[in-house]
């Protein structure tokens, strides 16, 4: 896992990442200089010998010797605290490498798997849970980017874990012996713990995704929840998840405590039996306990600090391989926009052949054949589920066909540019979606469009005189999602929308169904002037928004049941004709 992490580290860091660890190191040479130092130092005090570094001390001093340094206590001690002073700015800028490389790489992942999801097809959405991905982007990612900082802790633990190390087998190889022992024995230990932690940091993943979920959802849904009095359900809901989220973490926060707690038990009780020995046993000269005494609470701490910092990686470190789970599923269904054909100016024709589409074991288009000429305005019809919204979707490219064919003016739609295509389409939808901001920005979506552009586009979407009786006019926020809007103000901001700019075709999915009667005629009226300037594609229930319609195709069950012009399907007597009665009595 280190492994995979690193070299995905690298990708996104690159020299930083080299330069943060060349510091590292740094910042432990100079720890073991400054330490090394003390031995000269401590010898002036005819300790030289009694902590047994006659060897090191005999090799510093020919070093000194070397570079001409008096062998007086003042100089030595500038030289000392000198290492020192350096071991801290190394240390410190490490620190700094380490929070840049650590900002950096969370900010990869956010981009990454931001980039990654905005490029996958429409069955991506529709597959999984949105909070998975809110999470895999607002949790995730920073544990990744805290898993790698562990990582880097843990490689500077191990590298002042080498240098007293070797100081200290400078001094007492026995005394390494011992401590390498009882090190191994402690990590054998505390595995099984090790395990536990490992588990609970792939359970992090799950239960913050849930608690997003949660979140999320009732808050879209507030009305309902607010409206229905269903806060109960809603608490209780949210509890359970907040619950789930508090044990895990909880879990999570004791076990790098427990493994300190155990650790410094271990430590004392080496302490102990270390001391006797020497003392005791061995009647060690209680100077060089001492020294001894000092290399390894350091020594020891940074033991403990290893272990700590080894839970955390195993509490972070799978919030990679779940992250990677959902970049490689938004690459599986990655959509190619750019590389086809460019297509013509003007109004678009569609030919659907035999066009089968299946959700799972669901059916949603049955072998569907139709043809909409250019320019042309074709309504659509038939009861919920029938196929309505699928069709469009699979015009738009957002849905994937089974079988047969479509051709965008006459050129299969796998071989077209989709980023055009869908560039050139106004696309009205069930649901209007608005985002928090002010009436511009929600017609022009950032981009660079004339004032006088979306006034047009406004006025024939009627929506010009309501938007000037706002406060601000144009400039106004119009809240989240368009809450301070009335239903049938965001479908013409959606209409509006819909409109800017040159499109080919316009797809209308019971646009205008949150309209009155007066403001979905004014609006008809709009499109009976766009008529023959764009291909029109309307799907409504009611009946009469069809009228103005070249042509009526009427779905049932995938499946086109009639087709014809109003007065056609009027004499035919059939199905379309029994609901147009079925409508004028029921109004
Ligand atoms: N993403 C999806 N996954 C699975 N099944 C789907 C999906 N979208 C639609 N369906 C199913 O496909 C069928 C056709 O749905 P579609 O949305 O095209 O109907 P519609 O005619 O637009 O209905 P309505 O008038 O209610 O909008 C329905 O049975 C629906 O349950
Ligand atoms: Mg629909």
Same mark, same amino acid.
């Given at each position: 896992?280190?492994?995979?992490?690193?070299?995905?580290?690298?990708?996104?860091?690159?020299?930083?990442?080299?330069?943060?660890?060349?510091?590292?190191?740094?910042? *432990?040479?100079?720890?073991?200089?400054?330490?090394?130092?003390?031995?000269?130092?401590?010898?002036?005090?005819?300790?030289?010998?009694?902590?047994?570094?006659? *060897?090191?001390?005999?090799?510093?001093?020919?070093?000194?010797?070397?570079?001409?340094?008096?062998?007086?206590?003042?100089?030595?001690?500038?030289?000392?605290?000198?290492?020192?002073?350096?071991?801290?700015?190394?240390?410190?800028?490490?620190?700094?490498?380490?929070?840049?490389?650590?900002?950096?790489?969370?900010?990869?992942? !956010?981009?990454?798997?931001?980039?990654?999801?905005?490029?996958?097809?429409?069955?991506?959405?529709?597959?999984?849970?949105?909070?998975?991905?809110?999470?895999?982007?607002?949790?995730?990612?920073?544990?990744?980017?805290?898993?790698?900082?562990?990582?880097?802790?843990?490689?500077?633990?191990?590298?002042?874990?080498?240098?007293?190390?070797?100081?200290?087998?400078?001094?007492?190889?026995?005394?390494?012996?011992?401590?390498?022992?009882?090190?191994?024995?402690?990590?054998?230990?505390?595995?099984?713990?090790?395990? /536990?932690?490992? +588990?609970?940091?792939?359970?992090?993943?799950?239960?913050?995704?849930?608690? =997003?979920?949660?979140?999320?959802?009732?808050?879209?849904?507030?009305?309902?929840?607010?409206?229905?009095?269903?806060?109960?359900?809603?608490?209780?809901?949210?509890?359970?998840?907040?619950? +789930?989220?508090?044990?895990?973490?909880?879990?999570?926060?004791?076990?790098?405590?427990?493994?300190?707690?155990?650790?410094?038990?271990?430590?004392?009780?080496?302490?102990?039996?270390?001391?006797?020995?020497?003392?005791?046993?061995?009647?060690?000269?209680?100077?060089?306990?001492?020294?001894?005494?000092?290399?390894?609470?350091?020594?020891?701490?940074?033991?403990?600090?290893?272990? =700590?910092?080894?839970?955390?990686?195993?509490?972070?470190?799978?919030?990679?391989?779940?992250?990677?789970?959902?970049?490689?599923?938004?690459?599986?269904?990655?959509?190619?926009?750019?590389?086809?054909?460019?297509?013509?100016?003007?109004?678009?024709?569609?030919?659907?052949?035999?066009?089968?589409?299946?959700?799972?074991?669901?059916?949603?288009?049955?072998?569907?054949?139709?043809?909409?000429?250019?320019?042309?305005?074709?309504?659509?019809?038939?009861?919920?589920?029938?196929?309505?919204?699928?069709?469009?979707?699979?015009?738009?490219?957002?849905?994937?066909?089974? /079988?047969?064919?479509?051709?965008?003016?006459?050129?299969?739609?796998? $071989?077209?540019?989709?980023?055009?295509?869908?560039?050139?389409?106004?696309?009205?939808?069930?649901?209007?979606?608005?985002?928090?901001?002010?009436?511009?920005?929600?017609?022009?979506?950032?981009?660079?469009?004339?004032?006088?552009?979306? $006034?047009?586009?406004?006025?024939?979407?009627?929506?010009?005189?309501?938007?000037?009786?706002?406060?601000? *006019?144009?400039?106004?926020?119009?809240?989240?999602?368009?809450?301070?809007?009335?239903?049938?103000?965001?479908?013409?901001?959606?209409?509006?929308?819909?409109?800017?700019?040159?499109?080919?075709?316009?797809?209308?999915?019971?646009?205008?169904?949150?309209?009155?009667?007066?403001?979905?005629?004014?609006?008809?009226?709009?499109? $009976?002037?766009?008529? *023959?300037?764009?291909?029109?594609?309307?799907?409504?229930?009611?009946?009469?928004?069809?009228?103005?319609?070249?042509?009526?195709?009427?779905?049932?069950?995938?499946?086109?049941?009639?087709?014809?012009?109003?007065?056609?399907?009027?004499?035919?007597?059939?199905?379309?004709?029994?609901?147009? !009665?079925?409508?004028?009595?029921?109004?």
């Amino acid at each position: 896992m280190i492994r995979t992490l690193l070299s995905n580290a690298y990708q996104c860091l690159g020299w930083r990442m080299i330069l943060l660890f060349l510091l590292l190191l740094l910042s *432990g040479v100079f720890e073991g200089l400054g330490l090394t130092m003390l031995f000269p130092l401590l010898a002036k005090f005819g300790m030289g010998d009694s902590t047994g570094a006659g *060897g090191p001390l005999a090799a510093i001093q020919s070093i000194l010797n070397f570079f001409h340094v008096p062998d007086q206590f003042g100089v030595l001690l500038v030289i000392t605290i000198g290492l020192m002073y350096l071991q801290v700015m190394f240390t410190f800028a490490k620190g700094w490498m380490e929070t840049e490389c650590q900002t950096r790489y969370t900010n990869y992942w !956010q981009r990454n798997l931001f980039d990654h999801f905005i490029d996958a097809g429409w069955a991506f959405f529709t597959g999984e849970r949105a909070a998975n991905r809110v999470n895999a982007i607002m949790v995730d990612s920073g544990r990744i980017s805290a898993a790698f900082y562990v990582v880097v802790q843990i490689a500077t633990c191990t590298v002042f874990i080498l240098v007293y190390a070797l100081i200290s087998l400078f001094s007492s190889w026995k005394m390494v012996l011992f401590l390498s022992g009882f090190g191994a024995a402690i990590y054998a230990s505390v595995r099984p713990l090790s395990r /536990k932690t490992r +588990r609970i940091g792939e359970e992090v993943t799950t239960v913050s995704e849930d608690l =997003q979920h949660r979140t999320t959802e009732f808050m879209h849904n507030a009305k309902l929840i607010k409206a229905t009095a269903t806060e109960p359900m809603a608490v209780r809901l949210f509890a359970q998840a907040a619950e +789930r989220f508090r044990r895990i973490y909880l879990a999570a926060g004791i076990m790098p405590k427990l493994i300190v707690a155990i650790y410094m038990l271990c430590g004392y009780t080496i302490l102990g039996v270390g001391l006797w020995l020497a003392v005791v046993h061995f009647k060690v000269n209680p100077a060089a306990v001492v020294v001894a005494i000092y290399i390894f609470l350091r020594l020891y701490m940074q033991l403990t600090n290893l272990q =700590q910092f080894r839970q955390g990686f195993l509490l972070s470190a799978p919030a990679l391989p779940a992250a990677m789970r959902q970049l490689d599923h938004a690459r599986s269904l990655r959509e190619t926009m750019n590389n086809g054909k460019a297509l013509p100016e003007g109004p678009a024709g569609i030919v659907l052949d035999r066009v089968s589409v299946n959700y799972g074991p669901t059916q949603a288009l049955d072998e569907v054949s139709l043809e909409v000429a250019a320019g042309e305005m074709a309504g659509i019809t038939g009861p919920s589920g029938a196929g309505k919204s699928t069709l469009v979707d699979v015009m738009v490219g957002l849905v994937k066909k089974e /079988k047969g064919s479509i051709e965008i003016d006459g050129t299969p739609i796998e $071989e077209i540019s989709l980023r055009d295509w869908r560039r050139s389409i106004g696309y009205v939808g069930q649901e209007t979606l608005l985002l928090n901001g002010t009436v511009a920005e929600n017609l022009t979506w950032g981009n660079d469009v004339a004032r006088s552009i979306v $006034e047009e586009a406004a006025k024939t979407a009627n929506a010009h005189d309501f938007i000037m009786d706002l406060p601000n *006019g144009y400039d106004t926020e119009i809240g989240d999602r368009g809450a301070r809007l009335s239903g049938g103000q965001r479908q013409r901001l959606g209409l509006a929308r819909a409109l800017v700019g040159g499109k080919r075709l316009l797809i209308l999915d019971e646009a205008t169904s949150a309209l009155d009667a007066e403001s979905e005629h004014q609006i008809l009226k709009a499109l $009976e002037r766009l008529r *023959g300037k764009v291909t029109i594609l309307m799907v409504a229930h009611r009946l009469a928004t069809l009228s103005l319609a070249d042509t009526i195709l009427l779905f049932d069950k995938g499946r086109i049941v009639e087709s014809g012009s109003w007065a056609e399907l009027t004499e035919q007597k059939g199905l379309f004709d029994r609901l147009r !009665q079925l409508q004028s009595t029921s109004l």
